[in-house]
T-cell receptor, first 112, second 111 residues
Framework: DAKTTQPPSMDCAEGRAANLPCNHS???????VYWYRQIHSQGPQYIIH???NNETNEMASLIITEDRKSSTLILPHATLRDTAVYYC?????????????FGTGTRLTIIP | DARVTQTPRDKVTEMGQEVTMRCQPI?????VFWYRQTMMQGLELLAY????????DSGMPKDRFSAEMPDATLATLKIQPSEPRDSAVYFC?????????FGQGTRLTVV
């Protein structure tokens, strides 16, 4: 799996958009970008994933640069419940024989 | 609301005792991951199964840890004998398509 780099921590004001960056400069052409988050003492939760096009779902948006070497997870209107550790992972989208390896993530704190 | 169920939620045991953690994956999911989480090491992948067959358990200390899937509704992680350094939260995840669903974890404390 390609290595990812994320800032260790970020703050965001409640109600504002939270933009979480991730660098994955060694990503291969067939590797997807996945985002998970872990709220304190809970199991990780899937957020979104994408290959090269931008993606949006009910939780977040994922913006992937054209060269695919970096991406940004956007939480459009952050709430206090979005305080969590966010993990960016790159992997081939084939869970059958593919590990899901977590890095250290970004600890996002939403400020009231 | 389908979810992954892990039991027990909390376990305190004495060093040297056997510990068994259980995971009930979501019905129909054929891939199960086991992770261990500590403050120092973060989330570490211990083992994973597909269609009940072990695919990779290279992250697991073989001398004391064992993982099995006796049937499609149950995955187990066993530690024998347990040691204080095994104290951690153990998560299992059940996978369908491209999404992994995690249980709430078993918090293990070995004293």
């Amino acid at each position: 799996d390609a290595k990812t780099t994320q800032p260790p921590s970020m703050d965001c004001a409640e109600g504002r958009a939270a933009n979480l960056p991730c660098n994955h400069s060694t990503i291969s052409g067939n590797e997807y970008v996945y985002w998970y988050r872990q709220i304190h003492s809970q199991g990780p939760q899937y957020i979104i994933h994408g290959l090269k096009n931008n993606e949006t779902n009910e939780m977040a948006s994922l913006i992937i640069t054209e060269d695919r070497k970096s991406s940004t997870l956007i939480l459009p209107h952050a709430t206090l419940r979005d305080t969590a550790v966010y993990y960016c992972i790159v992997r081939v989208s084939n869970f059958g024989n593919e590990k899901l390896t977590f890095g250290t993530g970004t600890r996002l704190t939403i400020i009231p | 609301d389908a979810r992954v169920t892990q039991t027990p939620r909390d376990k305190v045991t004495e060093m040297g005792q056997e510990v068994t953690m259980r995971c009930q994956p979501i019905l129909g999911h054929n891939t199960v991951f086991w992770y261990r989480q500590t403050m120092m090491q973060g989330l570490e992948l211990l083992a994973y199964f597909r269609n009940r067959a072990p695919l990779d358990d290279s992250g697991m200390p073989k001398d004391r840890f064992s993982a099995e899937m006796p049937d499609a509704t149950l995955a187990t992680l066993k530690i024998q004998p347990s040691e204080p350094r095994d104290s951690a939260v153990y998560f299992c995840a059940s996978v369908v398509a491209t999404e992994a669903f995690f249980g709430q974890g078993t918090r293990l404390t070995v004293v």
